[in-house]
């Protein structure tokens, strides 16, 4: 994996988009990597849940013979945005409930891909 201060450093540059809560990343593997999972969630089991839910979407998207590019748990007081971040991460992004998801998620892949290579 690439050098976690410079991961970190992206992370905390989409925490700092408006409306984002917090932000995790997390192995495809369903372990916490790094970030701030939201408050008062269990972090283990908070990112082993996520990256079930994005194994499922892939393997639906892949059944219909698509690509994945996010899924969004819109929940009542706030979203989830999961995506992946490279081959062996997801990114988790936490928003406030009156966000939009789209271009949220479009600003951190964009932000995330920078450092890809060197996940």
């Given amino acids: 994996m690439g050098e976690l201060s410079q991961i970190r450093n992206v992370l905390d540059d989409i925490k700092n988009l408006d409306h984002v809560l917090d932000v995790s990343l997390i192995s495809r593997g369903g372990m916490y990597i790094t970030g701030d ?3 008062g969630v269990h972090q283990e089991t908070f990112a082993a849940m996520s ?4 194994g499922a979407a892939e393997t639906t998207s ?15 007081n706030r979203n989830l945005i999961l995506t992946g971040a490279g081959p062996r991460y997801l990114l988790v992004v936490a928003t ?3 966000a939009d998801v789209n271009k949220i998620a479009n600003d951190a892949k964009e932000r ?3 450092i890809e290579l060197t996940l």
């Fill in 37 to 39: 999972p939201p408050k």
């Fill in 51 to 54: 990256a079930i839910i994005i």
């Fill in 62 to 76: 892949a059944e219909l013979r698509d690509t994945l590019n996010k899924v969004v748990l819109q929940l009542s």
């Fill in 96 to 98: 406030d409930a009156t």
């Fill in 112 to 114: 995330i891909s920078k």
